[in-house]
């Protein structure tokens, strides 16, 4: 038996989906948790009315339950999240890279108010085309809207957007929010934080672990850290483009806990990529390490994705091999700014450079392995 979940919006809406048996064979614990992105959480001065109401219906079927992030934009469908006037929350959003693109579509697809720049406007085009506003530059984004996340590639980037010519710290100001979602150090995040501030607006770093695809399922970890009230604010946000968040403290922290992440991830491929390469010199056949791996201590969601791409020489971008480089860059910087010692993340940069030198920078970051077969 499965059963069916009617979620009810003001309009008198209804959507059905189906949960299998096993799914709900807990229903005394499962019931009571309505999911964080459905939870009333405040923006600015929330009115007390729920967004939804939940009804459960016994329903004898076979469907599966959806799991995709459509099914998630459904149960979301016309959210509005209002301010003490009763208005929409108005949300920017700047940078529409590989990353930036389905996080803004996500927002746009759970009903929120999006406003759109990219510094190549034509990346606009598909969100406007979703019913995106747009606006010719970072300062009129922030100035028009409540909330603005910013999405990019670099340090320098980020903090061109944030505090250059036509930047949104020069259309923002007090009552308003700024959140960081790139990969930047931590004096980045902080000089960026420094300047959102200074105009009477509020800071939060969030930048994100996840690729391409978590991205456009809305599964990203957001690791945040800055002015509390506002991540308590962008919460409901956040839920919609991400599976998880992290609230870690003062700004820096969350800089600081990706660029972690990142080496270690960085770190991991390298090692695989030797893996791949050892194993098929020895005469054994690399596709039966994937497996071997997947099925042990060792295991690991992204030795399971890649691995069977990277026998066949293929990497698919999802995580540019630039980033990962620069990621490691930093965290590098980061590791001696505290005296840590970090040679095998050190090692690893020197094979991503060696990649990028063979002009890998713009694919996968598990193209790193063509290195490894250059010094062959």
Request: aromatic fraction near 6%; include cysteine.
């Amino acid at each position: 038996m499965s059963w069916l979940v009617r979620i009810s919006s003001s309009s008198n809406s209804h959507h059905h989906f189906f949960l299998s048996s096993t799914a709900m064979a807990m229903c005394s614990s499962f019931c009571p948790r309505i999911p964080n992105s459905l939870r009333q959480k405040p923006i600015f001065s929330f009115p007390r009315k729920p967004l939804f109401s939940l009804s459960f219906k016994v329903f004898s079927s076979q469907a599966p339950a959806p799991t995709n992030a459509s099914a998630n934009c459904i149960s979301l469908n016309s959210m509005t999240i209002p301010l003490s006037d009763g208005s929409p929350t108005r949300v920017g959003f700047l940078g529409l890279g590989i990353m930036g693109t389905p996080m803004a579509q996500n927002l746009i697809k759970a009903g929120c108010d999006v406003t759109v720049w990219n510094r190549t406007k034509s990346k606009c085009d598909p969100l406007i085309s979703l019913g995106a506003k747009y606006k010719p530059s970072a300062e009129e984004v922030a100035a028009y809207c409540d909330l603005t996340f910013a999405m990019l590639a670099d340090p320098e980037s980020a903090l061109d957007v944030a505090c250059g010519k036509q930047g949104a710290a020069s259309g923002i100001g007090p009552g308003k929010g700024y959140v960081d979602v790139s990969t930047v150090d931590v004096a980045t995040s902080k000089l960026i934080n420094g300047h959102i501030k200074a105009t009477g607006a509020s800071f939060l770093e969030a930048p994100v672990s996840g690729s391409k695809k978590p991205a456009e399922d809305g599964q990203l970890i957001f690791l945040t850290a800055g002015d509390k009230s506002l991540y308590d604010t962008v919460a409901p946000l956040l839920d919609i483009m991400g599976k998880s968040r992290f609230y870690l403290g003062d700004v820096g922290n969350g800089a600081a806990m990706k660029l972690v992440v990142n080496m270690i991830m960085g770190s991991m491929m390298a090692s695989f990529s030797e893996g791949l390469i050892l194993s098929e010199k020895v005469g054994l056949d690399p596709d039966v390490l994937v497996e071997v791996v997947a099925q042990g201590a060792i295991s690991a969601p992204m030795y399971k994705l890649k691995g069977p791409s990277m026998t066949k020489s293929l990497y698919p971008t999802a995580f540019p091999l630039k980033h990962q480089q620069k990621d490691l860059r930093l965290a590098l910087g980061l590791a001696e700014s505290v005296s840590q010692s970090t040679p095998i993340a050190a090692a690893a940069n020197e094979l991503y450079k060696v990649a990028k030198s063979h002009g890998l920078s713009d694919q996968d970051f598990s193209a790193v392995i063509e290195a490894l077969k250059a010094k062959q």
